[in-house]
């Protein structure tokens, strides 16, 4: 059993930053990447940022320069600083895990509950 929680989430004005954090517990034999992803009101989700196994990142461009991911190998937790924010960010952010949960198993895609992320201007 695994679980991902987020937290960080709220109400900020543009220009604002907000940090999310987001803490993977349970049965976990081995966490390979883990990313950031965001979904808005009547859109797709869409991926945001992703940290590999080797702490090599990737942004989507819309969030390039602004956003930093980050991660923490001894609580399992990963973060994302979100600094110069615009209304357009406003989106329930997603926390993902790829996880085994024993040797030898398969990497698992697990989720987040997901934390509102609301950006005035």
């Known amino acids: 059993q695994v679980q991902l929680v987020e937290s960080g989430g709220g109400l900020v004005q543009a220009g604002g930053s907000l940090r999310l954090s987001c803490a993977a517990s349970?049965?976990?034999?081995?966490?390979?990447?883990m990313g950031w992803y965001r979904q808005a009101p009547g859109k797709q989700r869409e991926w945001v940022a992703s940290?590999?196994?080797?702490?090599?990142?990737n942004y989507a461009d819309s969030v390039k320069g602004r956003f930093t991911i980050s991660r923490d190998y001894a609580k399992n937790m990963v973060y994302l600083q979100m600094n110069s924010l615009k209304p357009e960010d406003t989106a329930v952010y997603y926390c993902?895990?790829?996880?085994?949960?024993?040797?030898?198993?398969?990497?698992?895609?697990?989720w987040g509950q997901g934390t509102q992320v609301t950006v005035s201007s």
């Open positions: 993902k895990g790829e996880i085994s949960i024993r040797r030898y198993s398969n990497l698992v895609d697990y």
């Open positions: 349970g049965t976990i034999f081995s966490i390979n990447a």
């Open positions: 940290i590999g196994s080797s702490i090599s990142t």
